[in-house]
């Protein structure tokens, strides 16, 4: 322990990672135990200036440092800018005014976004300039964005499998089919020339497990569950999935250290605190087709074994007649509805309990992926980084409104870890975006 120069004690840095890997061999609950009472409310609390301070640092030296991430470099801009929005804060005009410019340079004639000036577009790197550019907001940023080219770009990586391609000759995945449709959503632009036979690509990489697969055969991953799940809500056919077993697969992802891991009998890790902590808060709002389908499981199984009065209020709610028709509020497949779905989600939300344990991911995410000096990483031992930090924030927000009566309103402080200041900003969980900024892009692509 040192002294700091206020008179309280706080732990080396070593001496916390030691704490915390310590009581990880047995149960987080476990590391209170071993952290001295003293120190224990200082690691539960956000270090929001410090993250605020290693994400500026990262972002004013985006030219230069990040040479290996030279084609990830609007991958960069949004897990920074992202952060820091969620974090309450904005970067200063003339930082934005150049982080639009470098991003109109990532944007190719022929649509679409790459990796770095002069690289090829990407499907990946689209979703990463257009949420960075969501996230900032304002006439100019949003402006930039050449819809119609994208839309070219889209339809040109489209497969007549369904899929779509990352880039030109490049793989055919689920990450491909979600920043696609994600991307198309919020700019206002997905038609059914996009979404035709996505659900059936999407469909065949759901798992005997449960968990979604990034291609047909491959094995289940929370990445690529996230990315299934919420395209499959944005074009309306999430009812097609498993969902019960898709359920029973990410709660148990949850281990006893309390935070998530991405596939069964891995580690577990603070970016899946997003990917499968945002796919549990997905099927959260997804109650009513879950237990449609539970019923319907139930009426083919066990009819026999079903009471009278059970009987009836099962009859009529046969998924068959409902698992390939929209949403609710949609009729069949006219183009402007695929519009509406993001925007409805967020608006048609419905008090519920979360599927998973908030407050035990919190304390993961607090405790063991948090570095003091800033940063947010994997777990005790990694180092931070700016993609951590990013997903690490988005799924403490998502845990701190997890049992909010709306998508935006305040939590009470018995579900909030650490002191209320640790508050962050809600995000729309289908894009990873501030909520508010969601609404602000989604308010001027519906004009346009
Ligand atoms: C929107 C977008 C681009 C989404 C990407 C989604 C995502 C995170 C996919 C994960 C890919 C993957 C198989 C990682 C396994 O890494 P690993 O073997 O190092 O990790 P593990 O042991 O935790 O599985
Ligand atoms: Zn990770």
């Not at 309280?8 to 009472?37: C, G, K, M, N």
């Not at 509020?329 to 419905?350: L, Q, R, V």
């Not at 845990?399 to 709306?406: D, G, L």
Request: proline share 4%.
């Amino acid at each position: 322990m040192e002294a700091s120069a206020a008179g309280t004690l706080s732990p080396t840095v070593s001496q916390r990672d030691q704490w915390i890997v310590e009581s990880q061999v047995f149960h987080i609950y476990q590391l209170f135990a071993a952290i001295p009472p003293n120190a224990r409310s200082l690691m539960l609390e956000l270090q929001r200036e410090k993250h605020i301070e290693f994400l500026s640092k990262g972002l004013r030296h985006l030219g230069s440092a990040f040479s290996v991430l030279d084609a990830s470099r609007p991958w960069l801009c949004y897990w920074i800018i992202h952060s820091i929005a969620l974090l309450g804060e904005s970067i200063d005009d003339e930082l934005e005014d150049n982080t639009v410019d470098f991003l109109n340079r990532c944007q190719d004639p022929n649509g679409g976004y790459a990796g770095g000036p002069g690289q090829m577009p990407h499907l990946a790197t689209t979703y990463a300039a257009v949420n960075t550019l969501i996230t900032l907001g304002g006439e100019k940023s949003l402006a930039s964005i050449n819809r119609d080219k994208l839309y070219g770009f889209m339809r040109r990586m489209k497969q007549p499998n369904g899929g779509f391609r990352m880039h030109d000759e490049g793989e055919i995945d689920v990450r491909a089919c979600y920043t696609a449709i994600s991307v198309a959503s919020v700019l206002n632009i997905l038609d059914d020339e996009l979404v035709r036979n996505v659900g059936d690509y999407i469909l065949s990489c759901q798992t005997y497990e449960g968990g979604i697969a990034g291609e047909p055969g491959s094995e289940a991953h929370g990445g690529y569950t996230f990315c299934g799940l919420a395209a499959m809500i944005l074009i309306g056919e999430v009812n097609r999935l498993d969902l019960p077993r898709l359920t029973d697969w990410v709660v148990f992802r949850q281990g006893k250290e309390c935070g998530f891991q991405g596939r069964t009998n891995k580690l577990v890790d603070g970016c899946y605190s997003f990917w499968q902590g945002g796919a549990v808060v997905l099927l959260q709002r997804l109650h009513s087709f879950i237990d449609e389908q539970l019923a319907e499981a139930l009426q083919f199984f066990t009819i026999s074994d079903v009471v009278p009065e059970d009987k009836e209020s099962l009859a009529g709610t046969s998924s068959h007649s409902t698992c390939r028709i929209r949403h609710e509020g949609m009729s069949e497949s006219s183009s402007s509805d695929f519009k509406n779905i993001g925007y409805n989600f967020i608006n048609e939300w419905k008090a519920s309990e979360p599927l998973f344990h908030s407050i035990a991911l919190q304390q993961y995410i607090l405790l063991c992926s948090q570095e003091q000096d800033g940063g947010l990483r994997d777990k005790p031992g990694k180092r931070r980084d700016h993609y951590h930090t990013c997903y690490c924030l988005s799924g403490l927000s998502l845990c701190q409104y997890s049992w909010s009566k709306r998508p935006d309103s305040p939590p009470l402080p018995k579900v909030v870890m650490g002191p209320y200041s640790n508050l962050l900003e809600p995000i729309h969980p289908l894009f990873n975006v501030v909520l508010e900024r969601y609404r602000e892009a989604h308010k001027f692509f519906a004009g346009l």
